[in-house]
């Protein structure tokens, strides 16, 4: 079997930078053999992350509100796991919200495979799908006319990319709700800007409350990427 030594050895340190994240925030001290990459963050002692540390421009990277960050909230590992490493935990996290298995693996599989395709993280496309629906229900409508999984109006349907015009099918209602947020994130300055656009937030003169948006999906995302992160990097490392 062929290796990518770059690849085994970033892993390598994220594995040991999570550890080390997870005995800063509980108190006890790094072992002398652990070293911890400059990119990694945790609560105590190591240095704090910025947008640059972890590859990226843009504050989905920074989930400060979510609490202190530590090595399992990073974007770049995130974006280096393969779909097959994500797809068990995703489906894990994923089923605490649905009893049907064949529903959240039908889920799980159209959020990675458009992740990569329109190259949005899992967890930020999970975090959007949760909060606009959280019992995972593919017809749910809104009083506006909002439909499916990610809450999709109409008038989006029938992009080529999604080869369905169907908003009550998953896999067309998930293709259509990342191709909106993707298109929000390459046309805005930040992450909680095109959560807002995508939320259909500009004034708040309807819905006050709808600022909040942003801060509640970048902390579920900062969660999933944390479980996902958290189940798969050691079976990856395990693999090598």
Sequence with gaps: MHLDIRKVTRLAELSAAMLAGVLLTSGASVPSGVSVPSDSVGSRGIQAASADSLGMTDSFAITSMAGP??????????????????RRPLEAYL?????DRVLVRRISRAVLREA?????????ITAVLLTENTTLRPEAASSVGAQGLMQVMPFHAGARLCNSDNLVDVDSNICHGTLILARNLRATHSSAAALLRYNGCVRGTNTPDCHRYPT???????VVRHEILASAMPVQLAQR
């Design 216 to 222: 509640l999906v970048l902390t579920r995302a900062s």
């Design 116 to 124: 990569g395709r329109q190259q949005v993280p899992p967890s930020l």
């Design 95 to 99: 089923g605490r919200y649905s009893d």
């Design 69 to 86: 960050m530590t090595a399992l909230d990073s974007a770049q590992a995130e974006q280096e796991l393969p779909p097959a490493a994500m």
